[in-house]
């Protein structure tokens, strides 16, 4: 079922297979910081949670930029 | 403090609600699962390690719990909504599965944890204030270079990491 699409009330459409790779992805960045940190590795949620559990629009706004908007070259 | 309650209330005192994010997610926003897993992640694997797995199978546990989000996001109910409440449903659900597949007896979810582990608890709890503390502290510059770094590699201010790294290892010397 990995190819399934999932359908939302709008019309729009998450893929799981995409969104599972997706997460994958962050959880194996997010071990991989840790060990640069020099943290054990059950630190790296802690650090996940550090680096993506805020949306952009919840960040402190850096200089020159109108609060909400993202900055240049963010990837989020 | 109980860990499960203090990493919860810690989830659930960022501004965007759980529920705003599932609801966000279930229309298509990629970025809406990530910081549901960037806050959840953790929790679900302490809350397994917690009811005595072992730290790789309860990273399982969690997968598999977010793996189930992914694939139940379309029969999420936008009202009145479940919330956090929904997802540690499923999260319990996937414990309950991975007992039941041992041919184990899951321990009570209401367990005091902390009389369970005491130092252990309270060193993790200290570290995961240090890493969002001290994440959190940085300029958002400095933010966004971490956020945007390639594991290995310094990203594009070879200086912000570093003066994260410093900065957690100040709050959490250990």
């Given at each position: 079922?990995?190819?399934?699409?999932?359908?939302?009330?709008?019309?729009?459409?998450?893929?799981?297979?995409?969104?599972?790779?997706?997460?994958?992805?962050?959880?194996?960045?997010?071990?991989?910081?840790?060990?640069?940190?020099?943290?054990?590795?059950?630190?790296?949620?802690?650090?996940?949670?550090?680096?993506?559990?805020?949306?952009?629009?919840?960040?402190?706004?850096?200089?020159?930029?109108?609060?909400?908007?993202?900055?240049?070259?963010?990837?989020? | 403090?109980?860990?499960?309650?203090?990493?919860?209330?810690?989830?659930?005192?960022?501004?965007?609600?759980?529920?705003?994010?599932?609801?966000?997610?279930?229309?298509?926003?990629?970025?809406?699962?990530?910081?549901?897993?960037?806050?959840?992640?953790?929790?679900?694997?302490?809350?397994?390690?917690?009811?005595?797995?072992?730290?790789?199978?309860?990273?399982?546990?969690?997968?598999?719990?977010?793996?189930?989000?992914?694939?139940?996001?379309?029969?999420?109910?936008?009202?009145?909504?479940?919330?956090?409440?929904?997802?540690?449903?499923?999260?319990?659900?996937?414990?309950?599965?991975?007992?039941?597949?041992?041919?184990?007896?899951?321990?009570?979810?209401?367990?005091?944890?902390?009389?369970?582990?005491?130092?252990?608890?309270?060193?993790?709890?200290?570290?995961?204030?240090?890493?969002?503390?001290?994440?959190?502290?940085?300029?958002?510059?400095?933010?966004?270079?971490?956020?945007?770094?390639?594991?290995?590699?310094?990203?594009?201010?070879?200086?912000?990491?570093?003066?994260?790294?410093?900065?957690?290892h100040e709050c959490w010397p250990s």
């Open positions: 079922m990995e190819t399934e699409q999932l359908a939302s009330p709008i019309g729009t459409t998450v893929k799981p297979a995409e969104a599972k790779t997706r997460l994958r992805q962050l959880r194996d960045a997010a071990k991989a910081t840790t060990e640069d940190l020099g943290l054990p590795p059950e630190a790296a949620p802690a650090v996940l949670r550090a680096t993506h559990g805020k949306l952009a629009n919840e960040m402190p706004p850096q200089e020159g930029t109108p609060a909400g908007d993202k900055p240049a070259g963010s990837a989020r | 403090m109980n860990l499960q309650t203090a990493v919860v209330t810690s989830a659930e005192g960022a501004s965007a609600s759980v529920h705003d994010l599932l609801v966000r997610f279930k229309h298509g926003d990629i970025e809406a699962l990530e910081i549901l897993f960037a806050r959840y992640w953790g929790p679900f694997v302490f809350f397994a390690v917690r009811r005595g797995v072992t730290y790789q199978e309860a990273e399982d546990i969690a997968q598999d719990a977010f793996d189930a989000i992914i694939k139940s996001i379309a029969s999420y109910r936008e009202d009145p909504g479940g919330g956090a409440s929904w997802m540690w449903t499923i999260c319990r659900r996937k414990l309950s599965h991975f007992f039941r597949d041992r041919g184990r007896d899951a321990p009570p979810v209401d367990v005091d944890v902390e009389a369970i582990h005491g130092k252990d608890l309270i060193k993790e709890w200290e570290l995961w204030e240090c890493a969002i503390e001290s994440f959190a502290a940085l300029p958002l510059q400095d933010q966004t270079s971490i956020r945007n770094r390639m594991p290995g590699d310094s990203g594009p201010d070879p200086h912000a990491f570093g003066r994260w790294k410093t900065a957690l």
